[in-house]
């Protein structure tokens, strides 16, 4: 909720006019308590969650030629029976413990102090904070992995999103609910160490889910814009990880490949296709 209440006074405080990003900011969360504008990060999950899987579904159930030879482990067919069940397993785990993670994680985020007020981030601001969250929840996240990997936890709680051996994009959060919190924590230590807009919050948890969902689509495009970024893992690099299943010691991290090369777990040659 903004402290003002009129584009007058939001402007009499900042000292000059809003922008027009700033204008709709405050026309939508101006009456909006701080908790509800925190939910909305669930909303947007669920969202894009059924949303942005729905061209690789498409993909699979089209069979075209064109597209198909893209695939990285073309044998493995899925229904689209096969993949409605894994988004209503997903849904399952997501009212379970995606929601819940969320809402008990709002005094952490009131207290590290992620604002919800006027001024906006700048754009340099917003792709820092973003890139910063990603390379810290990336180093966690390989560690937390790796553990998963271990006999115990990975019988009892790993095991379960490595039922896809050739995943797909619906199965990118496909995983025990105690997986979902263990692994979701390094997701929250970039807002906790570099607190920025609620905007910018909710925008790092989009896109990180859109990235899981491309990592695990199961199709490896050449033209595909993730190409041009610097150790960057993408979905022959994790699918082959999938592959390999509980034997796997290598690919752990979930974006970059750069904790792979560290600590010596990346695979040689992250582009030998499986298609052979
Ligand atoms: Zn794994
Ligand atoms: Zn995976």
């Known amino acids: 909720m ?12 900042l000292g000059r006019g809003l922008t027009l990003p700033e204008t709709i900011w405050f026309k939508y969360s101006a009456d909006k308590p701080d908790f509800l504008l925190h939910c909305h990060n669930s909303l947007f999950l669920f969202l894009f969650y059924s949303i942005a899987p729905v061209p690789f579904l498409l993909m699979e159930l089209s069979g075209n030629q064109k597209i ?38 709002y005094p952490t985020i009131k207290w590290i102090g992620i604002r919800t007020g006027l001024s906006l981030p700048s754009g340099w601001e917003l792709f820092w904070q973003i890139l910063v969250y990603f390379v810290i929840e990336d180093y966690l996240g390989y560690w937390v992995h790796r553990m998963l990997h271990c006999k115990w936890a990975y019988e009892k709680i790993h095991k379960l999103h490595h039922e896809y051996s050739a995943p797909i994009g619906l199965s990118a959060p496909y995983a025990h609910w105690a997986e979902i919190i263990i692994l979701g924590i390094p997701a929250f230590i970039g807002p906790i160490l570099v607190p920025g807009h609620i905007t910018t919050y909710w925008l790092w948890f989009i896109l990180r889910q859109l ?19 610097p150790f960057y893992g993408g979905a022959a690099f994790h699918d082959y990880h999938h592959y390999v299943g509980e034997k796997s010691q290598s690919n ?22 499986l298609r052979a």
């Open 68 to 105: 198909h030879k893209h695939k990285i482990q073309p044998k493995v067919k899925r229904t689209f029976w096969e993949m409605f069940k894994c988004y209503k397993d997903v849904l399952h785990t997501f009212v379970i413990a995606v929601t819940p993670l969320q809402i008990i994680s």
């Open 211 to 229: 990235e899981a969902i491309e990592t695990h689509s199961g199709y490896d495009f050449p033209w595909s814009c993730t190409k041009f970024i």
């Open 252 to 273: 752990f991290a979930s974006v970059f490949t750069y904790c792979d090369y560290i600590y010596r777990t990346h695979k040689a040659n992250i582009n030998t296709s």
């Open 2 to 13: 903004l402290p003002y209440h009129t584009l007058q006074e939001a402007q009499a405080a």
